[in-house]
């Protein structure tokens, strides 16, 4: 469980934080394997008989002071008396997991309805978009394919199709054989029957180890539905041409349904795939993308704030009766035509899913991401909840869960990988702030009960009977953190401590937030205001700013670039950054509405270091394939021709590209060979990424190279207006001074 705040010493009252300007609030990334210094937690059992505060709810912990028969909780204060049992065990503290450290990770106890399903074994459906075209069904066929492979012994597997009828497959006879339903058109019926009579679960999900050649077979067989196979009821277009025919909303919420009966007792989690080639047009659920087409700007609207928000509550809805079904749908949409993500994004993101999109299937890395995301290990049905000391509380919660419906600061995560990020605001719970003793500083603490699969091998590893072979068990665990942190008296001690990766993660949360709510613009807007405000206030702070005689005039230059504390040095080229990132760029700059939604959920997910290279790239350059030159470079073609190096390696985390400059030694070899130092480093990082990034090559003077300038920011106007005669990052922070002068007078 890693976490980082973006401060490492906490603001002493309200006073400071406000006078500071920099976000208070922390990442939790609960499901990594180690903190963020690389310490993996104490393992220990018994998690449920951990002492709690009868006051607050909190875990005992390292920070509180047990006496023989007592302990103060560290969070409220409060004496709370121990067990007879837990005063026996810390009689032992060497052998108590939550005596050696703050970070732990305890077994539970199986409860009644959990201990029927310790044997349930892992469920995953594809759901494959058959209205589409044939280059469309060889990239989902390639992706099932990696995904058979990466699945574990005993899961069991079902293949499932939609176009304007719903197909279930039976691959454990001999040959393999489809079964239609029709779907109806109009948006508010539904299936005429229910699939369980169609086809029993048990005969559906299939057990990958003895049925992988038949569901090869059946994938082999998969074609796109052709004009002349619907019928002519099922909406006739032009001559004969047929308008949409993709009935995925009617598709989900039936194959939920079918999964959720045997949820509890079958299964324990059953994840969803779903492969779509467009927009759902066709019974209910169906999108109208006309609202895509529309010319807002002669109406006077904002594209960016009418394309934003979903047009119907049907996928929302639908997150909420896969949750309750047990159910994580994960979302590939492979299309270049709009399919109003805007609006579908509520199934995957609400259920514990992730949304994938690709623009095309040439070079699509689909089945990599696949791969990647079956063969990694994964939590399910985890609560996640946070508790601070008396003085303060958390404001806003961001990131890919469900909030509980009762309890406040709970949240439900129905699947979650070791990258899976969240982010929490802070706030005082009063005026007076926290106390200046050194025996009462500010507590973070954050608890995470989560359920995980454990294959056949491990079990038979600790000396089980042989009858548990080949049976998958439940473990639910308890993993907890108890973070202490110092507190600044005032601005400069504010300021040494600020960490400009979380302050990253929790800016771009709070700007996604804006501009689904209040536009791009907006989002924009808050962005600028608030560099501006963190520049006047570290002026202030430093006392850099000298007034003429008692008038208001300020006669000293305006320090932009933070040159007296090296902690907020990066901020103003990464607000720059996240300006001309697509998060933020208008709509006539070309940015697809889908694309804009997939790069919200891609990184309001991410852990900070992650989203810092996504915004910002990590420029390095290479002497030859073997010898690093300079570890970072900023994106500015200056930087490029200055350092006169022949080799370029440019991380963008979705997007890796090695770029030999025109003037590079002939005699390189290109590509770089692949037991160089360049392809270790490419290699590494391609392993480390939760995503598969694309991998580019490009020789300076022969290729095309725009996909590498783009990335060269520094020299780009801030508002996309083109190149203008002023240099952008520098006019960037000219306008900042300008603006801040504004601002303090």
């Not at 079902?158 to 029709?182: E, R």
């Not at 008396?390 to 709970?410: A, I, L, W």
């Not at 702070?541 to 040159?563: E, M, P, R």
Request: glycine residues 6%; proline residues 7%; aromatic residues 10%.
């Amino acid at each position: 469980m890693a976490v980082r705040a973006t401060v490492s010493r906490f603001p002493i009252d309200s006073d400071v934080q406000e006078a500071s300007g920099v976000p208070w609030g922390i990442t939790v990334t609960p499901f990594a394997a180690k903190d963020e210094n690389g310490q993996a937690p104490v393992y220990g059992s018994d998690g449920h008989l951990l002492p709690r505060c009868e006051n607050c709810y909190a875990y005992f912990n390292t920070y509180c002071e047990p006496d023989q028969w007592a302990w103060n909780c560290s969070l409220c204060g409060t004496l709370n008396g121990l067990p007879s049992q837990a005063i026996a065990r810390y009689s032992h503290p060497q052998s108590c997991a939550e005596m050696m450290s703050s970070f732990i990770d305890l077994e539970l106890p199986l409860e009644g309805s959990e201990e029927e399903m310790l044997h349930a074994r892992p469920v995953y459906v594809a759901a494959v978009d058959l209205s589409s075209s044939e280059e469309f069904l060889e990239l989902t066929k390639s992706a099932l394919q990696a995904a058979l492979e990466a699945l574990a012994p005993g899961s069991l597997f079902g293949l499932a199709t939609f176009s304007h009828k719903l197909g279930l497959y039976d691959v454990q006879g001999p040959i393999p054989v489809v079964k239609n339903v029709f779907i109806p058109q109009d948006t508010e019926g539904s299936l005429p029957i229910e699939l369980e009579d169609v086809m029993p679960l048990l005969q559906f999900l299939a057990p990958v180890d003895t049925c992988k050649d038949r569901i090869t077979s059946a994938l082999e067989a998969l074609r796109p539905t052709t004009s002349w196979e619907r019928t002519p009821g099922a909406g006739q277009g032009l001559d004969g041409v047929l308008m949409g025919g993709r009935g995925f909303g009617v598709a989900m919420e039936a194959l939920c349904n079918y999964l959720g009966s045997e949820y509890g007792n079958t299964f324990a989690l059953a994840r969803v795939f779903a492969f779509l080639s467009g927009p759902p047009d066709y019974g209910p659920g169906q999108l109208d993308t006309r609202r895509y087409g529309e010319q807002y700007a002669s109406k006077g609207e904002d594209a960016d704030r009418a394309l934003l928000p979903e047009q119907t509550p049907f996928y929302k809805d639908l997150a909420a009766v896969a949750v309750q079904a047990g159910v994580c749908v994960d979302i590939f949409a492979v299309t270049n035509e709009y399919t109003d993500l805007a609006s579908l994004k509520f199934l995957s993101i609400e259920s514990g899913g992730s949304l994938f999109l690709y623009s095309n299937t040439d070079d699509s890395t689909l089945p990599q991401d696949m791969y990647r995301m079956l063969s990694r290990p994964y939590a399910f049905n985890c609560v996640l909840r946070l508790r601070t000391s008396t003085e303060f509380k958390p404001g806003h919660s961001y990131g890919h869960f469900f909030p509980d419906p009762q309890y406040e600061n709970v949240q439900h995560i129905i699947c979650c990988d070791s990258y899976a990020t969240y982010a929490y605001d802070f706030d005082f719970a009063n005026d007076v702030g926290f106390s200046r003793h050194a025996s009462e500083q500010p507590v973070v603490q954050i608890a995470f009960q989560y359920t995980v699969v454990v294959p056949p091998e491990e079990l038979s590893g600790s000396g089980l009977v042989s009858s548990s072979r080949g049976k998958h068990s439940l473990k639910r665990r308890l993993r907890i953190r108890t973070l202490q942190f110092g507190t600044a008296q005032n601005l400069n001690e504010l300021y040494d401590g600020v960490d400009p990766e979380a302050v990253l993660s929790l800016l771009v949360h709070k700007v996604i937030l804006a501009s689904l709510e209040q536009g791009v613009r907006e989002g924009r807007m808050l962005l600028h205001d608030w560099l501006v405000i963190l520049t006047a206030q570290y002026n202030e702070a430093f006392k850099l700013l000298q007034y003429k005689n008692g008038s208001s005039s300020i006669t000293a230059q305006i320090d932009v670039a933070f040159s007296q504390c090296p902690q907020l040095q990066p901020l103003p080229r990464l607000v720059f950054a996240l300006l001309r990132n697509p998060l933020l760029r208008f709509h006539e700059e070309g940015v697809h509405p889908d694309y804009r939604i997939y790069v919200q959920c891609l990184f309001s997910a991410l852990e900070p270091s992650s989203l810092d290279r996504a915004i910002y790239p990590v420029l390095t350059s290479y002497s030859t394939p073997d010898k690093q030159a300079y570890p970072r470079h900023s994106l500015s073609r200056a930087a490029l021709i200055t350092s006169g190096s022949p080799i370029f390696f440019l991380d963008a985390f979705t997007t890796l590209i090695v770029f030999y400059s025109s003037t590079a030694d002939p005699s390189l070899p290109f590509p770089p060979p692949q037991d160089c130092l360049l392809r270790s480093t490419i290699n590494k990082l391609k392993q480390e990424r939760c995503i598969t990034p694309k991998l580019i090559f490009i020789r300076g003077g022969q290729d095309d190279a725009s996909a590498f300038e783009n990335y060269l920011i520094e020299e780009q106007d801030v508002d996309g207006s083109g190149l203008t005669s002023v240099m952008g990052f520098v006019s960037f922070l000219e306008d900042i001074t300008q603006s801040v002068l504004e601002y303090m007078k």
